[in-house]
């Protein structure tokens, strides 16, 4: 069962990402740039699958992890068509993709982490738990804006702003962090207890006869 849902999970992802890969709205180099995380995610997942299995929880938020990426880098995040009309018809001051793009860098990995941490080390559910799969987030999320600044220092003053999406805002580098640590502990607050659940499913199937 495990198998056919990580397939089909597996098959909608390679889907979006050729469809979405089909003349995107982006430049070329800003396309490949924002779905490198998926391209990485996907050879991680495929190849640690036998191995390392994680719970059909953490496949399915990272599936749509990935969706967020993948729509973000074929139109960028500052152009996505839906977030121009709520900026436009809310009178906003910009196109807030992007936070929901870093909101996300801390919910969907968060329970990653805690699946990692529970099932390779001693740790237990609390508060320990808890305050480091919120810490790796944070220091994820600015490992991200630092390859980011790199990567926007090499490629030329239009690809990086573009890939940057800061839309004029000096403090969207605080703000990405700021909200990938609010999706983080939004996630440990409201997906922890489905998550214990599908760990213990993943353990049972584990210790059932072949």
Not at 14 to 20: A, Q, S
Not at 125 to 140: D, I, M, Q, R, S
């Amino acid at each position: 069962m495990r198998k056919i849902e990580g397939s089909h999970l597996l098959g909608v992802v390679l889907l979006l990402e050729v469809l979405l890969g089909i003349r995107p709205e982006a430049d070329r180099l800003t396309w490949a740039l924002e779905n490198a995380p998926v391209w990485i995610g996907l050879v991680a997942c495929v190849w640690t699958y036998r191995s390392f299995p994680l719970t059909r929880l953490c496949y399915l938020l990272l599936s749509f992890h990935a969706v967020i990426l993948m729509i973000g880098g074929y139109y960028t995040y500052a152009k996505v068509p839906l977030f121009d009309w709520i900026r436009d018809s809310f009178h906003l001051s910009r196109n807030h993709y992007d936070r929901v793009g870093h909101f996300a860098q801390g919910f969907f990995p968060a329970i990653l982490v805690r699946e990692l941490l529970l099932r390779t080390s001693t740790l237990r559910p609390g508060k320990w738990l808890f305050f480091l799969c919120v810490c790796v987030c944070l220091a994820f999320s600015a490992f991200y804006e630092i390859i980011e600044w790199r990567v926007a220092v090499m490629s030329g003053e239009e690809a990086s702003t573009a890939f940057l999406a800061t839309q004029g805002d000096v403090w969207d580098t605080q703000w990405d962090m700021f909200l990938a640590v609010v999706g983080a502990i939004t996630s440990l607050l409201v997906l922890s207890k489905a998550h214990d659940r599908s760990l213990a499913r993943l353990r049972a199937s584990d210790t059932r006869p072949a």
